[in-house]
């Protein structure tokens, strides 16, 4: 098993580092909107399997080209917090600057049917690569900013978090010469072995009509007859005797399978034996009080 200082790995990602600071520095963007804006980047990188996409926006882009792209890259980022249902506002959001100079590719449509997909890839950057190579950085704008002295392996949560749609975003204060035992590529951490999506990430929200009592057994049915073995769990509330169960949660194995069940809609309605009728939609997790 390969080995790693937080100080190497820090050098692995100089490029990024310089992107945060310049995020922070001269586009004035605050800790929370810098972290999900690199995240967003990293993730782009691995889906076009370039690593050197930050490298060319810091020294290729002119200065308005830059600013032009991170705000084309917020756009998105706010495209994939909406909950919009019709695919012909895309157009509008299509960013030329992505195919040329920078030699990136973003197809709008994958986009818009991936969307929780991507959403998931991005969380796991922040929690992964944003964690470990920017902590320093983070402290000492903290620092800066609130006079706090932070310790090592302390856990500190970013000002402003949670995010609509990423929850808390943390780091930890890792001291330089600290270790990381690896088995995955330390350069981009997104095929970390052992991560696993949040379930809340691979959960659909079913509801059913009144009058129509659905078992668990259809829940389970519905989809693995559809998509395969995809189901981890269902969760439907404890009810009395003859009473009928008015929804349920529905939580997969892969958060892929939420886009392939949704097809980029915010709400998809299911025909069930009988002529049961079921809605599905994204489960979204609202408790940000812990």
């Not at 004035?28 to 930050?54: E, G, H, P, R, T």
């Not at 169960?245 to 299911?270: H, N, P, Q, W």
């Amino acid at each position: 098993m390969a080995s790693i200082t937080v100080g190497h790995l820090c050098d692995l990602h100089v490029m990024s580092r310089i992107f945060l600071l310049v995020l922070l520095d001269e586009f004035s963007f605050d800790l929370k909107s810098s972290l999900v804006i690199i995240a967003f980047m990293m993730w782009l990188q691995d889906c076009n399997n370039d690593k050197y996409v930050i490298y060319r926006l810091i020294h290729i882009l002119r200065i308005d080209d830059a600013k032009m792209f991170i705000r084309e890259v917020a756009y998105f980022i706010n495209f994939l917090e909406s909950s919009a249902d019709d695919p012909q506002h895309l157009s509008t959001i299509y960013a030329p600057i992505f195919d040329n100079p920078l030699r990136l590719v973003i197809p709008i449509q994958t986009l818009y049917q991936n969307k929780y997909t991507a959403i998931s890839g991005i969380k796991r950057y922040l929690r992964t690569t944003c964690t470990r190579v920017f902590s320093d950085i983070l402290a000492s704008k903290l620092q800066s900013a609130c006079s706090i002295q932070f310790i090592p392996y302390q856990m500190i949560r970013i000002p402003g978090s949670p995010y609509p749609i990423f929850g808390f975003i943390y780091f930890k204060f890792w001291p330089k010469n600290h270790v990381f035992s690896t088995n995955y590529d330390i350069f981009s951490w997104i095929h970390a072995l052992g991560y696993i999506e949040d379930e809340e990430d691979r959960t659909l929200y079913l509801t059913f009509s009144k009058g129509e009592i659905v078992s668990e057994d259809e829940v389970r049915s519905l989809f693995t007859l559809e998509f395969g073995d995809c189901v981890q769990r269902v969760h439907m509330p404890e009810i009395r005797h003859r009473q009928q169960t008015l929804f349920a949660r529905v939580s997969m194995k892969y958060v892929e399978t939420i886009d392939i069940i949704l097809k980029g809609k915010s709400l998809i309605k299911f025909k069930i034996r009988g002529g049961k009728h079921v809605w599905a939609k994204k489960y979204r997790y609202r408790n940000f009080k812990k």
